[in-house]
C-alpha cells in the first residue's frame, strides 16, 4: 500500500509561485507512477500531471503547460508540483495520487492510492 500527505497549499495572488510536495510511505512509491489531480468547487476532478516511476516521463494538462512542473525525489519518497504563473482558475483542492501498475495515465480510474488534499487559492 502506499499512504500520502500532501502539503504546501496555500493563498497566492495571480501571477504568483507555489510548490505542492506529496510524501509516500511504502515500499511500492519508486515502483509506482503519480499524478497531480484537482477539484474545484463544484466540478469534477480533473488531471493535472503525471511523471512515471523513474521521473523521465512527464504529461501535463493543457491548461498548466508551461506554468506547472511536476517532479519526483524516489529517494525521499516525494513527488512535487512546481506551479508558476498561477490563475484565479487554478483554485481547488490538488491530490496526489499513485498507480503501483505504473501505467503513467491522465485518468484517474487508474490510480489506486490518494492523499487527502491540499487547498490552493488563487486571488485575482
Known amino acids: 500500500q502506499v499512504h500520502m500527505v500532501e502539503s504546501g497549499g496555500g493563498l497566492v495572488q495571480a501571477g504568483g509561485a507555489l510548490r505542492l510536495s506529496c510524501a509516500a510511505s511504502?515500499?511500492?512509491?519508486?515502483?509506482?507512477?503519480m499524478g497531480w489531480f484537482r477539484q474545484a468547487p463544484g466540478k469534477e476532478r480533473t488531471f493535472v500531471a503525471a511523471?512515471?516511476?523513474?521521473?523521465?516521463?512527464?504529461s501535463y494538462a493543457d491548461s498548466v503547460k508551461g506554468r506547472f512542473t511536476i517532479s519526483r525525489d524516489n529517494a525521499k519518497n516525494e513527488v512535487y508540483l512546481q506551479m508558476n504563473s498561477l490563475k484565479p482558475e487554478d483554485t481547488a483542492v490538488y491530490y496526489c495520487?499513485?498507480?503501483?501498475?505504473?501505467?503513467?495515465?491522465?485518468?484517474?480510474?487508474?490510480?489506486?492510492?490518494w492523499g487527502q488534499g491540499t487547498q490552493v487559492t488563487v486571488s485575482s
Open positions: 495520487a499513485a498507480d503501483i501498475d505504473a501505467r503513467f495515465s491522465d485518468s484517474s480510474y487508474y490510480y489506486d492510492y
Open positions: 511504502g515500499r511500492t512509491f519508486s515502483s509506482s507512477s
Open positions: 511523471i512515471s516511476s523513474g521521473g523521465r516521463r512527464k
